[in-house]
């Protein structure tokens, strides 16, 4: 595979990691029989940050195999 598409898939696993907090948080909360801001915002501090940290790293990775294929013109 050329770095374009190991870049093009990281780029997707973040999106991918970015959004299944999101969902985590409103399974998590799919019982509850009133919904509001503060009460997805607790629902989210459950879940943790360890989804966005990955998210981010898997993006950095994904942006620098995409600027080093267009760097050497694979």
């Keep these: 595979?050329?770095?374009r598409g190991t870049?093009?898939?990281f780029c997707l696993i973040s999106a991918i990691l970015f959004s299944t907090r999101y969902i985590s948080?409103?399974?998590f909360s799919?019982?509850?029989s009133s919904w509001d801001a503060e009460l997805f915002?607790?629902?989210l501090g459950y879940?943790?940050?360890t989804l966005t940290t990955l998210s981010?790293?898997?993006l950095v990775i994904g942006i620098v195999y995409l600027i080093l294929a267009e760097r050497n013109k694979e």
């Design 56 to 58: 981010g790293i898997s």
């Design 1 to 3: 595979m050329n770095r």
């Design 30 to 32: 799919s019982n509850v």
């Design 7 to 9: 870049g093009a898939i």
């Design 47 to 49: 879940v943790g940050n």
């Design 41 to 43: 915002s607790h629902m």
């Design 25 to 27: 948080a409103a399974i």
